[in-house]
Structures are given as structure tokens and as C-alpha cells.
């Protein structure tokens, strides 16, 4: 394992003392629990979960058991922001049929417990692994991991969601339009600079949106580092944090997933790493072209994907307005941290790569 895959899985994996910002009375949690969670016998330990989740996020440990809770931040949100609510429905909604989410047993919505709105769910033991390139592995290892990366993002999918109770889960239809208007809205409010691919791309994306329309269940952050591998074999046992999830366009989740094959070095430099250069025949990982083609088997798409270009374009500006979102928080003071002035320096090379796709894809 190299250095810098030591080091990322280092920063990212276990737990650490709750922080003092997310510090709360564990007394008051634990008689909470006591009342609340079936099955629940004491003494309670608390630690916090090092990963960088946008909602705090906690082991809970007991003598006999462990559990994860997930938080709202204190302090002022965005109306819409960190909506543990939404993550708690879906997460409940798809452990119902079997697909690897966590099992869930409340979700508390009076503040006076902890400070804000949170949930509690099943501590899924196994190994969530940083790096996309699978370091330590052997060839068909790392094969049957994205596999089952694959396989579990298409069941997702292929879940009828009105079935399960989230017919409500979003709006159903034009999920583009929607998602560029959202990401140009967050660029616009955020912009420290001007960068003429991102002006270009905001006009030219919402004009070229394709016709075809699925909707599906989204999670909208797909990802190896958002999944938990079995403690040996090579498969995914629980998806992780669905902050983003909604019902949207299935072909906008999966080539989101699709990103790290197209990702001109560390990308965002928020983890999802690049595979672009590496020789993937001899490390086992399935090449872009392969890993799309297993999709389309197991969706029901024998025509493949059309319009890819567009969607790696979209993805790129989504990304860009994401990134740029946490640049203007540098820019205000809300956020400090070198590892943001990193990832708010990508938003320029993210803009040039997605305008890059839309002109193969079309645009002058």
C-alpha cells in the first residue's frame, strides 16, 4: 500500500473523541435510547466517526452491541441543508426489501435531546476502503468488488419505488433540468472568479438535456468509500450516507459513479481518487466500457448508453458547482480548512474538463 493510500485511510477510517463542537449530554441520549430503541441495555460510550460527513455522525457503544447516530450540525443551516429526516425514510423504506441499508430504529426529531434532529441505525461491522485502485488486493478480488459495487447500484435502480412508500420521495421528471438549475443557482451565489466554461456550460446544459426520462430511487453520491464491504468477501453489505438521495434520473447516479474512470488526476481531491491512467487488465479492475456494459445487463438497457458525453459533462459542472459552494464558504470565513482552499482550487479544471465533454458531445 503506498504512503498516500496509508495516509487516506488513516485520516478517513475509525473513530476519535467526539469533537468539542458536536459534544452533547449522553445522559440524556442514553435515557433516550432506554425509551426509544428496541433491544437497548447500557452503559453508553460515544465516539465520533472520523470520515468527513456533512452531518455528524457517532458510534454508539454498548456492552452488546454498537450503533451509528447521525446528526443535523448544530448551529444555522440552509432550509433544505442536512436532512437526516429524508436519509432516515429511505434508509428505513429500502432495508424493508432485503437491499444492504442499514436497519434503522428511530429517528428523533425533538431537538431538547441532543440539539438537533437525529436517527439511529445498526453499526454494519466490515471495511469501507478509501481507494479506488483496491491497493493490497489481489486481481480477482478487486474484480469482484465492482462487481457487487456495480450489481448493488443497479438493484437500487430496479427498486419500485412507489411499492416501498416513496412515491413522495421527490419530483419525478426533468431531474436534469432540475439538478443544473440547483448546482448553476449554487455556482452564481458562491462565484469568487470568472470562469468562461462554466458561463458556457450553464447555458448550454439545460438546452441539451436528453429526451429519454427514467426515474428511479438516486442516491446521488455513489461511491466505493460510501459502501461497506464485507469484514472478507468481496461484497457490499450497507450503503452509506444518503444525503443526496432522491428520485431522480438513474443515469445521472450511475455515471456519477462512472466518474473516477474519466478523472483527470485526484479529481475533487475529496476522495474520490482516479483510476483514468492505470493499467486496469492487470490490476482486475473492469475498464469504463466493461463496467457500463454490466450495468446495462442488469437494467435492462440493450441499446447501452447514449448521450455519455453529456453526462460526463453534466457531472464535471455538478461537481464544479458543488466545489465552488465550499470556495464561497472559504471566501466568507465559514471554511478554513486547507483541504477546502484544495478542493475550491479544482472548480477551474472541473469547468474546462466538463465544457471539454460538451463539445464532443456537441457544443460550439
Not at 446521488?220 to 453489505?237: A, F, Q
Request: with cysteine.
Amino acid at each position: 500500500m503506498s504512503d498516500a493510500a496509508e495516509s487516506r485511510q488513516d485520516q478517513f477510517s475509525g473513530t476519535k473523541d467526539v469533537a468539542d463542537s458536536h459534544k452533547f449530554d449522553e445522559k440524556r441520549l442514553e435515557q433516550y435510547m432506554q425509551a426509544h430503541v428496541e433491544g437497548f441495555q447500557g452503559p453508553l460510550t460515544v465516539k465520533q466517526f472520523k470520515g468527513g460527513q456533512s452531518n455528524p455522525t457517532y458510534q454508539l457503544v454498548t456492552p452488546s452491541k454498537k450503533y451509528v447516530l447521525r446528526r443535523k450540525p448544530p448551529g444555522k443551516l440552509l432550509p433544505s441543508a442536512h436532512a437526516v429526516d429524508r436519509e432516515y425514510k429511505v434508509i428505513t423504506a429500502l432495508h424493508g426489501t432485503g437491499f444492504p441499508a442499514p436497519r434503522t430504529y428511530c429517528l428523533c426529531e425533538d431537538d431538547s435531546v441532543i440539539g438537533t434532529m437525529f436517527y439511529i441505525m445498526d453499526m454494519v461491522d466490515g471495511r469501507v476502503l478509501w481507494e479506488p485502485l483496491l491497493p493490497g488486493q489481489d486481481p480477482e478480488t478487486r474484480w469482484k468488488i465492482y462487481d457487487s459495487l456495480n450489481e448493488t447500484l443497479a438493484r437500487l435502480h430496479m427498486v419500485d419505488y412507489e411499492a416501498i412508500g416513496l412515491a413522495d420521495f421527490g419530483k419525478p421528471g426533468n431531474y436534469f433540468a432540475r439538478q443544473i438549475s440547483r448546482w448553476t443557482k449554487q455556482y452564481v451565489a458562491s462565484e469568487t472568479e470568472t470562469i468562461p466554461e462554466m458561463n458556457r456550460l450553464m447555458e448550454w446544459l439545460p438546452a441539451n438535456v436528453p429526451q429519454e426520462d427514467s426515474n428511479s430511487i438516486v442516491h446521488g453520491d455513489y461511491r466505493l468509500d460510501n459502501t461497506v464491504l464485507h469484514p472478507s468477501e468481496p461484497k457490499v453489505i450497507a450503503v452509506l450516507d444518503w444525503e443526496l438521495s432522491t428520485l431522480g434520473h438513474p443515469l445521472g447516479d450511475f455515471t456519477y459513479s462512472l466518474m473516477q474512470w474519466v478523472m483527470p488526476g485526484q479529481g475533487t481531491g475529496g476522495g474520490t481518487g482516479s483510476i483514468r491512467t492505470a493499467d486496469l487488465k492487470s490490476l482486475g479492475i473492469p475498464t469504463l466500457d466493461e463496467y457500463i456494459r454490466m450495468y446495462c445487463e442488469r437494467t435492462n438497457r440493450p441499446n447501452g448508453i447514449e448521450n455519455l458525453d453529456f453526462y460526463f459533462s453534466y457531472n464535471f459542472f455538478r461537481l464544479a458547482g458543488i466545489l465552488q459552494g465550499i470556495a464561497g464558504r472559504v471566501r466568507d470565513g465559514t471554511a478554513s480548512s486547507e483541504h477546502a482552499k484544495q478542493m475550491a482550487a479544482n472548480v477551474r479544471p472541473l469547468a474546462e474538463e466538463a465544457w471539454v465533454y460538451a463539445q464532443r458531445a456537441g457544443a460550439e
